[in-house]
């Protein structure tokens, strides 16, 4: 069983950046799309970002310009710099990563990393 194990929130101020980083327990070169997802409090858990093994990316509206996604199979790590962070950038942000099993998709998710930024 592959796990996810997110690290590097914390409180920041705002205009301030982090980097976040999920290792794999195993090889993420296994998963086609790696993504990084957020849920604030009383909100859904929504999409930020996202990489496939062609390194293509995909990004919410709300964080273009700002947030990088990155992976790097060597290290089975992915990446997600975030820089001019908001106060609506709080929230817990989790990891996930995607791949093929006996024909189906199946998705693994990290335990989440707290994010606060302040005004």
């Known amino acids: 069983q592959v796990q996810l194990v997110e690290s590097g929130g914390g409180l920041v101020q705002a205009g301030g950046s982090l980097r976040l980083a999920c290792a794999a327990s195993g090889s993420i070169s296994s998963f086609t799309t790696m993504g990084w997802y957020r849920q604030a409090p009383g909100k859904q858990r929504e999409l930020v970002a996202s990489?496939?093994?062609?390194?293509?990316?995909n990004y919410a509206d709300s964080v273009k310009g700002r947030f990088s996604i990155s992976r790097d199979n060597a290290k089975n790590t992915v990446y997600l710099q975030m820089n001019n962070l908001k106060p609506e950038d709080t929230a817990v942000y989790y990891c996930?990563?995607?791949?093929?099993?006996?024909?189906?998709?199946?998705?693994?998710w990290g335990q989440g990393t707290q994010v606060t930024v302040s005004s």
């Open positions: 996930k990563g995607q791949r093929w099993r006996l024909g189906r998709l199946i998705d693994y």
């Open positions: 990489i496939t093994t062609g390194a293509l990316t």
